[in-house]
């Protein structure tokens, strides 16, 4: 479980291919500190398993399904990479929970200047956005970050000059894949109200005006 609130800005040092998986070893200092076999490490908000480590890298392999449903298959040798440890009970939750399993890939569309802030655009895919509400939290990633607005395939984040300057959204430009994981709530309360992709927010066991007729509610 982790939080969302990069703790540094690490480097590929190494991307090793296989037929369909991904072997990376990446450059880090901070998140070192303890590191030992077996610990989870977020990498541009995927939860990867460390394999290998020394006084200031880490080696972790990168699975079929991992490199289909993010963007880690694209990483080369120098590109700089979101890390984050595992949350410590004992830490506050200064982001939103985050599992560092990955729902889809967005793409940056625009970045523009706000004053302070730059205000990113980011188009996603349905399975994302379905969970994307304005105000509501997301995982770009691996960034904690607060949804400003959303349309029918696309959202929008504002970044502080401190999230600029030790991410990796700081220095991606227009055209950058980015991992994208959504607020793991939105998913409980859509299974619990029996909603599905398919069925839709009217659909057969989710919640309509009928629905709300049935159980004695006036619209």
Same mark, same amino acid.
């Given at each position: ?18 037929a369909?998986s ?6 880090a200092?901070?998140?070192?500190? $303890?590191? @030992?076999? &077996? !610990? ?5 908000? %995927?939860?990867l398993? *460390?394999?290998?480590?020394? =006084?200031?890298?880490?080696t972790a392999?990168?699975m ?9 298959? $694209?990483? @080369?040798? &120098? !590109? ?5 440890? %595992?949350?410590?009970? *004992?830490?506050?939750?200064g =982001? ?5 399993h ?20 980011i ?36 970044l ?16 950058a ?13 859509e299974?619990l ?9 009217g659909g057969?066991?989710g ?7 049935d159980n004695?509610f006036?619209?």
């Amino acid at each position: 479980m982790f939080t969302g609130l990069v703790e540094e800005l690490g480097k590929v040092r190494a991307v090793a291919r296989g037929a369909k998986s991904v072997r990376l070893t990446v450059t880090a200092k901070a998140i070192m500190d $303890g590191v @030992k076999l &077996g !610990d989870s490490i977020a990498v541009n908000g %995927t939860c990867l398993t *460390v394999v290998e480590y020394g =006084g200031d890298w880490f080696t972790a392999d990168v699975m079929p399904e991992t490199v289909e449903r993010t963007a880690l298959a $694209g990483l @080369k040798s &120098g !590109d700089a990479v979101n890390l984050e440890r %595992t949350l410590r009970v *004992v830490d506050r939750l200064g =982001g939103h929970i985050v599992s560092g399993h990955i729902d889809g890939v967005g793409t940056i569309k625009t970045k523009e200047a706000n004053d302070n802030a730059v205000v990113v655009r980011i188009a996603a895919p349905a399975e994302v956005m379905r969970y994307i509400v304005a105000k509501g939290s997301i995982a770009v990633d691996g960034i904690s970050l607060t949804v400003a607005a959303a349309g029918p395939d696309w959202f929008t984040v504002s970044l502080i000059p401190h999230t600029a300057s030790v991410t990796t959204l700081g220095v991606k430009g227009v055209g950058a894949p980015v991992n994208l994981e959504a607020d793991v709530i939105g998913k409980y309360v859509e299974k619990l109200l029996g909603l599905t992709p398919a069925d839709g927010a009217g659909g057969k066991g989710g919640l309509s005006a009928r629905f709300f007729a049935d159980n004695g509610f006036t619209l």
